[in-house]
């Protein structure tokens, strides 16, 4: 994929030359080119797994299949919420991403989308989305959907990506409350169950985005985003990924004795996924230490299938 050039015209938001790219492309009738810039600021592939793990916690809270109504309701509140925030983070994150070259074609970057109009686009789908969820669920499933919105944008966002090395760690809440959000969505209450999910959510993130930082720690190091990848030694890097997948795989298994009705359907996959997990952060680990490339998409990539697998084998194991 081809590059914008290295320095944008102008860094400060609202300025005239952003303004005046931001409108051009609607002067120059591409609508499209618009309408998909916005769809990418919600950032997609974000929202669709934030919803493999939404469904089955309501699956197995309902012990079966629950209201469509109620399933259709909590998956577009909760991809507009997710929506919301990466809106928002887009827009607080602009300055950075401009300086990053992964991120360099995003539509704030690249005047698509003004700031103005994707701050109130993010405002908007983070208000229609509260009040679909209290219109339609339970107050403890949208102070939750809310509580994630804002907890991602204004501590996260604002505040531990820019300032500590343990950013991944406590911004690893938010990714995991779509979990409780579902599960409460159902049930108005939350039970050990629940929180073993949330907790495999929560251990994921590590790796996962460990090695992504990885890969783009010339990028985060840019931009002056403190990720540890960035400011730590590779052992000290890969001591926590294995740390946080081992503890993954313990609290997906965690999962089983503490559901009731919990069997072999979601066993058997969890024990399966769970093993190719720890011999890939392994060899993640075991090419660092002897010097060679770490490849660490390979355990990224392979880290979303994990957690695909393993949702959808509680999904299936609610159903039987």
Same mark, same amino acid.
């Given at each position: 994929?081809?590059?914008?050039?290295?320095? =944008?015209?102008?860094?400060?938001?609202?300025?005239?030359?952003?303004?005046?790219?931001? /409108?051009?492309?609607?002067?120059?009738?591409?609508?499209?080119?618009?309408?998909?810039?916005?769809?990418?600021?919600?950032?997609?592939?974000?929202?669709?797994?934030?919803?493999?793990?939404?469904?089955?916690?309501?699956?197995?809270?309902?012990?079966?299949?629950?209201?469509?109504?109620?399933?259709?309701?909590?998956?577009?509140?909760?991809?507009?919420?997710?929506?919301?925030?990466? #809106?928002?983070?887009?827009?607080?994150?602009?300055?950075?991403?401009?300086?990053?070259?992964?991120?360099?074609?995003? =539509?704030?970057?690249?005047?698509?989308?003004?700031?103005?109009?994707?701050?109130?686009?993010?405002?908007? *789908?983070?208000?229609?989305?509260? #009040?679909?969820?209290?219109?339609? &669920?339970?107050?403890?499933? &949208?102070?939750?959907?809310?509580?994630?919105?804002?907890?991602?944008?204004?501590?996260?966002?604002?505040?531990?990506?820019?300032?500590?090395?343990?950013?991944?760690?406590?911004?690893?809440?938010?990714?995991?409350? =779509?979990?409780?959000?579902?599960?409460?969505?159902?049930?108005?209450?939350?039970?050990?169950?629940?929180?073993?999910?949330?907790? #495999?959510? %929560?251990?994921?993130?590590? $790796?996962?985005?460990?090695?992504?930082?990885?890969?783009?720690?010339?990028?985060?190091?840019?931009?002056?985003? =403190?990720?540890?990848?960035?400011?730590?030694?590779?052992?000290?890097?890969?001591?926590?990924?294995?740390?946080?997948?081992? *503890?993954?795989?313990?609290? /997906?298994?965690?999962?089983?004795?503490?559901?009731?009705?919990?069997?072999?359907?979601?066993?058997? $996959?969890?024990?399966?996924?769970?093993?190719? %997990?720890?011999?890939?952060?392994?060899?993640?680990?075991?090419?660092?230490?002897?010097?060679?490339?770490?490849?660490?998409?390979?355990?990224?990539?392979? /880290? &979303?299938?994990?957690?695909?697998?393993?949702? *959808?084998?509680?999904?299936?194991?609610?159903?039987?």
């Amino acid at each position: 994929m081809s590059m914008i050039t290295e320095r =944008p015209v102008s860094t400060a938001a609202g300025s005239p030359a952003r303004a005046n790219a931001a /409108s051009g492309a609607t002067a120059r009738g591409d609508w499209r080119a618009v309408l998909r810039a916005y769809v990418l600021l919600t950032k997609p592939r974000i929202v669709e797994q934030l919803l493999v793990t939404t469904v089955p916690p309501m699956m197995l809270a309902a012990g079966g299949l629950p209201s469509l109504w109620l399933i259709a309701v909590v998956l577009l509140g909760g991809s507009l919420a997710a929506g919301a925030a990466s #809106v928002i983070n887009c827009y607080i994150d602009r300055d950075i991403d401009q300086v990053m070259r992964r991120t360099k074609r995003r =539509p704030l970057p690249s005047h698509t989308v003004s700031p103005r109009s994707a701050l109130v686009f993010g405002l908007v *789908l983070a208000a229609v989305s509260t #009040v679909l969820m209290a219109a339609f &669920t339970n107050w403890p499933a &949208t102070l939750l959907t809310l509580a994630s919105i804002a907890y991602y944008d204004l501590v996260y966002t604002l505040w531990l990506k820019r300032t500590t090395t343990q950013n991944t760690f406590w911004g690893g809440i938010c990714g995991a409350t =779509p979990v409780l959000i579902g599960w409460v969505a159902v049930t108005g209450s939350l039970d050990p169950v629940a929180w073993a999910l949330f907790a #495999v959510v %929560f251990f994921w993130q590590m $790796p996962h985005f460990y090695a992504l930082a990885i890969k783009y720690r010339t990028d985060y190091a840019r931009a002056n985003i =403190p990720m540890l990848p960035v400011v730590a030694s590779v052992r000290r890097v890969n001591v926590e990924i294995l740390l946080f997948s081992w *503890l993954t795989v313990l609290a /997906s298994l965690l999962v089983w004795p503490l559901g009731d009705g919990i069997g072999p359907v979601y066993l058997v $996959p969890a024990l399966t996924v769970g093993s190719i %997990f720890l011999i890939e952060a392994h060899r993640l680990a075991g090419r660092a230490g002897r010097g060679e490339p770490m490849r660490p998409m390979r355990l990224f990539h392979w /880290s &979303t299938t994990y957690l695909t697998i393993l949702f *959808l084998g509680a999904a299936l194991d609610a159903l039987v």
